[in-house]
Nanobody, 129 residues
Framework: QVQLVESGGGLVQPGGSLRLSCAASGFTLDYYAIGWFRQVPGKEREGVSCTSSSDGSDGSTDYADSVKGRFSIYRDNAKNTVYLQMNSLEPEDTAVYSC???????????????????WGQGTQVTVSS
């Protein structure tokens, strides 16, 4: 079955850290650009971070301005998984985080949300004291 499964969300205090995982099954993750997106009720989904494929693209990464210097995205191709390391978390980071795969251009984009063809179910991240 072709799917993405996120894990690693939870409740954390401000200033804390979490690592989200996006595990792929049924396909090879490195052939796809992978993006992390987040959404809070009543707001549009926003791009957080993404990584381009190293097969067919340049393996580049991108981050939303709001998370630069705090979040880091990286791949473990042996585990067919992409991670999002989130440090110095703030209450404004509270959201449902989802990962998505894009296999047409294989180049990551935080704005071209509609280009991502496969989505995970999401994992809740809550930052609160």
């Amino acid at each position: 079955q072709v799917q993405l499964v996120e894990s690693g969300g939870g409740l954390v205090q401000p200033g804390g850290s979490l690592r989200l995982s996006c595990a792929a099954s049924g396909f090879t993750l490195d052939y796809y650009a992978i993006g992390w997106f987040r959404q809070v009720p009543g707001k549009e989904r926003e791009g957080v971070s993404c990584t381009s494929s190293s097969d067919g693209s340049d393996g580049s990464t991108d981050y939303a301005d709001s998370v630069k210097g705090r979040f880091s995205i990286y791949r473990d191709n042996a585990k067919n998984t992409v991670y999002l390391q989130m440090n110095s978390l703030e209450p404004e980071d509270t959201a449902v985080y989802s990962c998505a795969a894009e296999g047409h251009t294989r180049h990551c984009s935080l704005s071209a949300i509609n280009e991502y063809e496969l989505w995970g179910q999401g994992t809740q991240v809550t930052v609160s004291s």
